[in-house]
């Protein structure tokens, strides 16, 4: 079955960086485009960047764009999330998820950006 396993939050003050990372199973990775979503407290589940299949297209939400990078590692089966610039409102469980896929998600990984 299709396992996504998140990793590479943590505690970063204003203006730092962080990387995450989702290590995928279960399914021919190289085939699909990859997503990050984010759930900050008592708010939905919000798309941050979208990665299609072999890596040359991308998009962004507006909120993270010029500060996020999404990449992806086929031969890992791993997709990446580097955010650089960090903001408080960035603070959120973040999640991978595979290309219209709703029902497969990863337990998350928790990224708190405070001073």
């Known amino acids: 079955q299709v396992q996504l396993l998140e990793s590479g939050g943590g505690l970063v003050q204003p203006g730092g960086s962080l990387r995450l990372s989702c290590a995928a199973s279960?399914?021919?990775?190289?085939?699909?485009?990859m997503r990050w979503y984010r759930q900050a407290p008592g708010k939905e589940r919000e798309w941050v960047a979208t990665i299609m299949n072999t890596g040359r297209i991308t998009s962004y939400a507006g909120s993270v764009k010029g500060r996020f990078t999404i990449s992806r590692d086929n031969a890992k089966n791993t997709v990446y999330l580097q955010m650089n610039s960090l903001k408080p409102e960035d603070t959120a469980v973040y999640y991978c998820n595979r290309w219209g896929d709703s029902t497969s998600w990863g337990q998350g990984t928790q990224v708190t950006v405070s001073s």
């Open positions: 279960g399914f021919t990775f190289s085939s699909y485009g």
